[in-house]
């Protein structure tokens, strides 16, 4: 009897192992060939491919993403997530400093059918001093991370200075806000606004823009 359920033992194993020898044969291990094995995040780290996959995980802090508006960033130090302003704001961050506060403000624009990139920038660069929009003549350009933007000066009053930076796509328009507030000299001629603290971060993370 011990035989028999000796011989019964045997011939299942050797059965289970053919079944897994030949399932190796047939079905080798295949190796998964990526066309890169690292991807770039936007402040210049590297991450390595998942295991067994050629998705990448998400970069991490400070990489910032936003899937709805399909762009991602480096978000300058200091900087944290904020409450957005209003419905055409995606995202917003603040950093509170010694005398002064700076924000960041990202929004979206969709260029209408019948419209044009530059006219929706006119549209919607609209003064917060005066309610008008903005004068053609006052809109300059900046090449940053090798990138083009159109700059608008949307307030400069009372302490508070705001200026905007348009990147035009395909199908809308990007407005990244610098908002410094507390700006002691806010009205003087020799106030250089690139080096407030808020035109400082948004320029900075323009240039890791993907």
């Not at 506060?101 to 260029?111: G, L």
């Not at 106030?191 to 320029?203: F, K, M, N, S």
Request: charged share 10%.
């Amino acid at each position: 009897m011990k035989s028999l359920l000796w011989g019964i033992t045997i011939v299942v194993l050797l059965g289970i192992g053919g079944f897994v020898y030949r399932n190796a044969v047939e079905n080798p291990a295949q190796t998964v060939a990526c066309p890169v094995n690292y991807f770039q995040c936007p402040d210049g780290t590297q991450v390595p491919h998942l295991a067994g996959s050629c998705d990448f995980p998400a970069c991490p802090p400070p990489n910032v993403s936003l899937s709805d508006i399909n762009i991602a960033f480096a978000l300058p130090d200091g900087f944290t997530a904020t409450t957005t302003p209003d419905a055409a704001s995606v995202a917003a961050y603040a950093s509170e400093g010694t005398s002064t506060s700076a924000t960041i403000v990202i929004r979206s624009f969709a260029i209408n059918a019948s419209s044009t990139a530059l006219a929706t920038i006119e549209q919607t660069a609209v003064s917060g001093t005066s309610g008008a929009p903005v004068p053609f003549t006052s809109l300059s350009s900046v090449v940053l991370g090798g990138t083009n933007f159109t700059v608008a000066p949307i307030e400069q009053f009372e302490g508070l200075v705001d200026t905007a930076y348009y990147l035009v796509r395909g199908s809308d328009v990007l407005r990244f806000d610098a908002i410094d507030t507390n700006v002691e000299n806010w009205n003087s001629d020799n106030l250089d606004i690139t080096q407030l603290p808020a035109e400082v971060a948004v320029r900075q993370l323009l240039t890791t823009l993907q």
